[in-house]
């Protein structure tokens, strides 16, 4: 599958001729029908997603940005989060603070809390968030940084934040069928709250493209479409490109990683991959 934003421009259409009008994550509580979430990670290139904001407003859709802190410190995406703020598009927060933290978990709250201000500061309202899966972390002690909001001392603090990964479905009262472009195909998820814990790699459902992902969505029911713009080009040219180097990356990663000195190395500059 070839992500470029001309074919995600005419997935929008064919939603909205379906009658699926995406809404932000934070508007679910309440629904009783079906509904559709456009969920972005915003991992790095804050311009590819407002490319990806813009193309969802035209055809009436408002999805839900999870963007990470570092992004922030940038006054220019900032002022491009807060325009697709204005056309009605959720910016929140892509948390990793138990990787930063190698799983300190106060430290990682004293971090999600001075992350969470920043947000607000900038104008960005924290009402659900979306952890990081990061995956070149050595981890040791703890699972992945979905345990942050597994913690009771982490829920008891923040009452009113859902993270989508974790305590989403039942803080909103809801069910949905979860699908994402991890790994450059979309897949629906078997169990997208628990695969973190469980091997359910081989029960996930893989779509060959956006017109059988379209038929795979489900009216009546919850849908979460999970997509990472970064990924995503004007060009299939430069597409193709950038998969041939994620696809090296990662089979080079695959390798090193089981070798204990390269792994620790990687570990320790996890967030590069956050780059491809």
Avoid at 149 to 176: G, K, L, W
């Amino acid at each position: 599958m070839i992500f470029t934003y001309k074919k995600w421009e005419n997935f929008c259409l064919r939603l909205q001729q379906m009658g699926l009008q995406s809404i932000p994550a934070r508007e679910v509580k309440g629904i009783s029908g079906g509904y559709l979430v456009l969920k972005h990670d915003v991992e790095t290139n804050v311009g590819s997603a407002y490319r990806m904001a813009q193309i969802e407003e035209k055809y009436g859709h408002r999805g839900s940005y999870y963007v990470q802190a570092y992004l922030l410190e940038n006054s220019e995406n900032v002022v491009l989060l807060q325009k697709m703020q204005k056309m009605g598009h959720e910016i929140s927060y892509h948390y990793d603070v138990m990787d930063s933290c190698k799983g300190d978990l106060p430290a990682a709250m004293e971090e999600f809390e001075k992350n969470r201000r920043w947000f607000e500061e900038s104008g960005f309202p924290v009402t659900t968030v979306c952890q990081h899966g990061n995956p070149v972390v050595e981890r040791v002690g703890y699972t992945s940084n979905r345990d942050f909001f597994r913690s009771a001392e982490v829920c008891n603090q923040y009452p009113d934040i859902a993270d989508i990964m974790v305590n989403y479905p039942a803080a909103y009262e809801t069910e949905y069928l979860y699908f994402s472009d991890a790994g450059r195909i979309f897949k629906r998820i078997y169990d997208p709250i628990n695969n973190d814990v469980i091997d359910c790699e081989e029960k996930n459902i893989p779509y060959e493209d956006l017109t059988a992902l379209q038929k795979a969505l489900d009216q009546e029911k919850g849908n979460i479409i999970s997509i990472h713009p970064h990924r995503w080009t004007a060009s299939a040219i430069k597409y193709v490109i950038k998969n041939s180097i994620f696809k090296t990356a990662k089979f080079v990663a695959k390798i090193l990683m089981r070798i204990p000195c390269f792994k620790k190395l990687m570990s320790k500059y996890y967030y590069l991959a956050k780059k491809i």
